[in-house]
């Protein structure tokens, strides 16, 4: 009966989980480089000797990983809990998230 009413309440609440593993990977020739003290971001450098004709050019290909979980009630405005697990960001109930 519980487990009924929970489900209920969270279809009539907008219930959300946010489930997210997302990886960033370089196109071949490049390899990955961190970009100062954030974790998880990072830029495309070409890992071998430039050609000449691209000395001077400098196309950067930047993207992050990301891996976080989290469960919001969207209708009510409310955050249950949402981890960013790459970013060690752990945030807890709140009212009023959009």
Not at 8 to 30: D, H, K, M, Q, T
């Amino acid at each position: 009966m519980a487990v009924a009413f929970a489900l209920a309440f969270g279809y009539f609440a907008g219930i959300r989980p946010v489930i997210l593993f997302r990886e960033f990977n370089c196109p071949s020739g490049y390899v990955q480089r961190p970009v100062g003290l954030m974790g998880g971001v990072y830029v495309c450098q070409q890992s071998g000797p430039i050609p000449a004709d691209q000395v001077g050019v400098n196309p950067t290909i930047g993207g992050s990983t990301q891996r976080e979980v989290g469960l919001f009630l969207e209708d009510l405005h409310v955050r249950l809990f949402d981890f960013d697990l790459e970013q060690d960001n752990y945030l807890w109930f709140a009212v009023g998230v959009p």
